[in-house]
């Protein structure tokens, strides 16, 4: 695949921001869903197969198809994304096999159940390699940045981050999991593992150690604790998605959070992750 990564729903920095009103949420996961892909490229640097890959219109996608001259992709016929397929996922002693692609579709009905933080909007689908997560492709403003280069300057915009990491039980917390798009929010992604207790917790968000939730936080913890526990909702995907030990230990840290009320303290040597970004 040769074409950049761009167009009206390519970055999200503004498609599903609830002030714009452009492309709504779910319009944009039923596309992430639906869309037939029609470009992949391997994505470098992962210990798993991690696809960029473009998904079109189905009228322009059909067109594309029967067509001796199909017409150019635009950005209001076209998307891009990760796919992370199941069949790429490289076997792990503390994972079940073939679940990580689930944990990234948990990850993103837990942050939006909470609010916070911001994950891109995340289905799991089949695709040219068999069923895995496809996610909305991220723009970064700095292809550089992470959290080493910019906790000096925003390390509370990375509070809602840490707390939503003890909350899922983040076994992979890099300084690279963020994307600083265009509009300079941060995006939380790699959540694949998450959710299971059998793994160390790891992290480079040592800087919150010991320190207390903030208490709006805290008030949609327990909100969301109370929405789980409910019939219907995002509980019963939770439950497709998760085993039942995993669901009953997310809302058992959630209690603890909020009983206890601040950032657990972790050792940098032990609960960090590897390589770092």
Known sequence: MTAKPGGELASATSEIAPETGVVDEGTVLQRLSEWPISGIGLHPGGSNYVFVVRLSDPQFFNAAQVSDDPPEVDEESSMYAIYKPQAGERPL??????????????????????????IPPTVVRAGPHGEGSVQLFIDAADSNANYFSLREQRLDDFRDMAMFDVLVHNADRKGGSCIVSEDKRIWSIDHGLTFNRSARRRTVMFEFNGTEYPQDLLADVQSMVRS????GGSNSELQNLLQGSELDDLVTRANDMIEFGHYPVLDPDTNVPWPMV
């Open 93 to 118: 002693r503390d994972f079940p096999a073939g679940t990580l692609h689930y944990r990234e579709r948990a990850a993103y009905l837990v942050s939006r159940e909470l609010g916070w933080p911001l």
């Open 228 to 231: 789980i526990e409910s019939e």
